[in-house]
């Protein structure tokens, strides 16, 4: 079993549509949990990060994390166009210098 | 403003030739990595390096070496370039107080080995 499972997609939506995209991971003792967006022919960029189990919202975003399942999600409202990125998932123990990614979930939002 | 420079975005290279790509970054950091990004694969660490003249093998380090001669630049090095090398490579810096392991990443350059 992989460490961090994230579905790559493709994900089209409409605009102003709620999108839901989702990691699982198997190593429980990872305790930061953050997410990335990626627009095309650029590096990634933080978006959100959480610490341990619960909720973080900021604008239109929402991470949550489940510790208990292994599973964090991130939620956007209302989508935009300018949203439209990969999204990687990443997580990290606190104990050394790796973060752990997914593999990304590319996202297209449609006008 | 927080900044990493990669200074080649696009190089194209034949089999064979060694390939140095630099990274600079202005933020006093500690921690530098290098990352290879490739469809269906997702991002794979390389090399990092946590001071001055230290390195440590990533996931993939077969295939390449890197260099950290002073605290703001790191390289990556492939001594004699493949066609499986033909990739996304992106930098990344972090500072190791961070409470996020946050990174910061270069906006990566695309190489190609013919």
């Known amino acids: 079993q992989k460490e961090v499972e994230q579905d790559p997609g493709p994900l089209s939506v409409p605009e102003g549509a709620i999108v839901s995209l989702n990691c699982t991971y198997s190593?429980?003792?990872?305790?930061?949990f953050m997410w990335y967006r990626q627009y095309s022919r650029k590096g990634p960029e933080l978006l959100m990060y959480?610490?341990?189990?619960g909720n973080k919202e900021d604008g239109r975003f929402t991470a949550q994390v489940d510790k208990s399942s292994k599973y964090i999600s991130l939620f956007i409202r209302d989508s935009q166009p300018s949203d439209s990125a990969t999204y990687l998932c990443?997580?990290?123990?606190?104990?050394?210098?790796?973060?752990?990614f997914g593999k990304g979930t590319l996202l297209t939002v449609n006008p | 403003d927080v900044k990493v420079t990669q200074s080649s975005r696009y190089l194209v290279k034949r089999t064979g030739e060694k390939v140095f790509l630099e990274c600079v970054q202005d933020?006093?950091?500690?921690?530098m990595f290098w990352y290879r990004q490739d469809p269906g694969l997702g991002l794979r660490l390389i090399y990092f390096?946590?001071?001055?003249?230290?390195?440590e093998k990533g996931d993939i380090p077969e295939g390449y070496s890197v260099s950290r001669e002073k605290k703001e630049r790191f390289s990556l090095i492939l001594e004699s370039a493949s066609t499986n090398q033909t990739s996304m490579y992106l930098c990344?810096?972090?500072?190791?107080?961070?409470?996020?392991?946050?990174?910061?990443f270069g906006e990566g350059s695309r190489l190609t080995v013919l």
């Open positions: 190593n429980s003792a990872f305790q930061y």
């Open positions: 990344a810096s972090s500072f190791p107080g961070s409470n996020t392991g946050e990174l910061f």
């Open positions: 933020m006093d950091h500690e921690n």
């Open positions: 990443a997580m990290w123990g606190g104990s050394n210098y790796k973060l752990t």
């Open positions: 390096s946590y001071d001055v003249k230290m390195k």
């Open positions: 959480t610490y341990s189990s």
